[in-house]
């Protein structure tokens, strides 16, 4: 039976939430790790092939007490307000899949998928192949949750969890938003785009995806929340969920990391 680590290392600023994510993928080779954080403050990440000067206003962030931040995996632009992330680490042998991306992607998604229903979520996994959304002006692209890719997360039919996945040496890097309450709805707010834009994004937010708090009939308990997630995710794997922390070694490479990107943020939105 594998064994997997269970890392929670709570609520942290983008740059070090993504710095951690990096220094695990580095260690990608010391066996498969599950992650779960939080964003305070909350934040704006951008997929690595997206320019933050071009996408988001920095102005409008400031203003609202909003992070900005570059993800290492691809996707759209995505607000880390009232959510629960996950991440995962791992050679794709970990997830008992031969089918290469494909396989990695609807592997997790369905170890998400097991928790979510455990938790009392009726959710599916998006199966069908559909073309991604872009804005209709020359300017910002439109938000990660204004579509659902395959693989990803629905409850009443609603995108309720966007993924990103990239491929490092030896392994995987997947990590994604699993919506709980509304913030995230004030995205166009924070982009640049005009007010017409900022209005047709809005509604396609609303329409388009939901939260965990309108999916279920209680109050979202964080701690039964990732128990259940746990469970679901080891019982899909036929795997050994071990709860553990971050090495040493992990902390420092995270803190290396996080230092760069500190940098590199301030070049690209020119502070």
Same mark, same amino acid.
Request: with cysteine.
């Given at each position: 039976?594998?064994?997997?680590?269970?890392?929670?290392?709570?609520?942290?600023?983008?740059?070090?939430?993504?710095?951690?994510?990096?220094?695990?993928?580095? +260690?990608?080779?010391? +066996?498969?790790?599950?992650?779960?954080?939080?964003?305070?403050?909350?934040?704006?990440?951008?997929?690595?092939?997206?320019?933050?000067?071009?996408?988001?206003?920095?102005?409008?962030?400031?203003?609202?007490?909003?992070?900005?931040?570059?993800?290492?995996?691809?996707?759209?632009?995505?607000?880390?307000?009232?959510?629960?992330?996950?991440?995962?680490?791992?050679?794709?042998?970990?997830?008992?899949?031969?089918?290469?991306?494909?396989?990695?992607?609807?592997?997790?998604?369905?170890?998400?998928?097991?928790?979510?229903?455990?938790?009392?979520?009726?959710?599916?996994?998006?199966?069908?192949?559909?073309?991604?959304?872009?804005?209709?002006?020359?300017?910002?692209?439109?938000?990660?949750?204004?579509?659902?890719?395959?693989?990803?997360?629905?409850?009443? +039919? @609603?995108?309720?969890?966007?993924?990103?996945?990239?491929?490092?040496?030896?392994?995987?890097?997947?990590?994604?938003?699993?919506?709980?309450?509304?913030?995230?709805?004030?995205?166009?707010?924070?982009?640049?785009?005009?007010?017409?834009?900022?209005?047709?994004?809005?509604?396609?937010?609303?329409?388009?995806?939901?939260?965990?708090?309108?999916?279920?009939?209680?109050?979202?308990? @964080?701690?039964?929340?990732?128990?259940?997630?746990?469970?679901?995710?080891?019982?899909?794997? +036929?795997?050994?969920? @071990?709860?553990?922390?971050?090495?040493?070694?992990?902390?420092?490479?995270?803190?290396?990391?996080?230092?760069?990107?500190?940098?590199?943020?301030?070049?690209?939105?020119?502070?």
């Amino acid at each position: 039976m594998a064994c997997w680590r269970v890392i929670d290392t709570g609520a942290s600023g983008g740059i070090y939430n993504m710095a951690v994510d990096r220094a695990l993928a580095q +260690g990608v080779a010391d +066996g498969p790790v599950m992650r779960f954080y939080a964003w305070n403050p909350p934040a704006v990440s951008c997929g690595y092939g997206q320019r933050i000067e071009r996408e988001v206003d920095s102005t409008a962030c400031r203003a609202l007490g909003v992070d900005i931040v570059r993800r290492p995996t691809g996707g759209r632009a995505v607000l880390h307000w009232e959510e629960l992330t996950y991440s995962v680490v791992c050679d794709p042998r970990a997830l008992n899949s031969t089918e290469g991306i494909e396989g990695a992607h609807r592997a997790i998604a369905e170890g998400l998928a097991t928790g979510l229903r455990l938790f009392g979520a009726e959710v599916e996994v998006e199966r069908s192949r559909k073309p991604v959304g872009r804005s209709r002006g020359p300017q910002a692209t439109s938000p990660c949750f204004t579509s659902t890719a395959r693989w990803e997360l629905k409850c009443q +039919g @609603r995108k309720l969890v966007g993924s990103a996945q990239r491929r490092v040496r030896q392994g995987l890097l997947q990590h994604g938003s699993i919506l709980l309450g509304r913030a995230h709805e004030r995205l166009p707010q924070l982009m640049r785009i005009d007010r017409v834009q900022q209005e047709q994004w809005a509604t396609a937010l609303r329409s388009s995806c939901t939260d965990l708090g309108r999916c279920i009939s209680r109050r979202v308990d @964080r701690d039964e929340l990732l128990a259940c997630l746990i469970d679901g995710f080891g019982r899909e794997l +036929g795997a050994e969920m @071990r709860l553990d922390e971050l090495s040493g070694d992990e902390t420092r490479r995270a803190t290396e990391f996080a230092a760069g990107l500190v940098s590199d943020a301030s070049e690209e939105i020119g502070e």
